[in-house]
């Protein structure tokens, strides 16, 4: 079984540029959400895709979006990067659906430096 | 607004001790309580999870203890080992809030050989 895989571990960035990074999902699982982890912090739930339809938004601005695709993998894009962006990026998979809350199992992240 | 409490930030303990972390929640619609435990440069592994139906779930060293009323729950890490060495955070989900997980603020664990 292959579980969550994040791409790139690691990326450096400027002020006002974008980002996109990416996310397998675990086999099977048909939901995947993403949190935004600062140091010393809690993960932050930015939004969640089900069946390739955004399924839940966290207090995120409008430039952070995401796209779900047919085989359930998923990227997350902010626009006009800010300093405060800074953070380690989670992707977590999940099985949803009729059958309720189901656990989440998290990547390693994609650790996002803005300069 | 932070919805899940927890205590404390840090927590030194000493090989074979108990680890105690607790948790409080204020909203009454979560319905599954997990907690996770994560190793610098990885990303958070769950441990072990209750729901508001029991009061206390054990898997090896790890027990939740859960107190609906109170709306509490904690983490019990028994003999502790160096190899718990790590922050663990609890979280808390409902089926209404479209499984978004609520973390809270992390507690770094220190168990000393």
């Known amino acids: 079984e292959t579980g969550v895989t994040q791409s790139p571990t690691h990326l450096i960035k400027t002020r006002g540029q974008q980002v996109t990074l990416r996310c397998s999902s675990q086999s099977g699982h048909n939901t995947v959400s993403w949190y935004q982890q600062a140091l010393g912090q809690g993960p932050q739930f930015i939004f969640q895709y089900y069946r390739e339809e955004e399924n839940g938004r966290g207090n995120f601005p409008p430039r952070f979006s995401g796209l779900q695709f047919p085989n359930y993998s998923s990227e997350l894009n902010v626009n006009a990067l800010e300093l405060d962006d800074s953070a380690l990026y989670l992707c977590?998979?999940?099985?949803?659906?009729?059958?309720?809350?189901?656990?989440?199992?998290f990547g390693d992240g994609t650790r996002l430096s803005i300069l | 607004q932070q919805q899940v409490k927890q205590s404390p930030q840090s927590l030194i303990v000493q090989k074979g001790g108990i680890s105690i972390i607790n948790c409080a929640y204020e909203n009454t619609a979560f319905d599954y309580f997990p907690w996770y435990q994560q190793f610098p440069g990885k990303g958070p592994a769950l441990l072990i999870a209750i729901r508001p139906d029991v009061s206390e779930k054990k898997e090896g060293r790890f027990t939740i203890s859960f107190n609906k009323s109170a709306k509490q729950f904690s983490l019990h890490i028994m003999d502790s080992q160096p190899g718990d060495s790590a922050t663990y955070f609890c979280?808390?989900?409902?089926?209404?809030?479209?499984?978004?997980?609520?973390f809270g603020e992390g507690t770094q664990l220190t168990v000393n050989p």
């Open positions: 977590a998979s999940s099985l949803g659906g009729a059958e309720g809350n189901q656990p989440q199992h």
């Open positions: 979280a808390a989900i409902s089926e209404t809030s479209g499984s978004r997980l609520t």
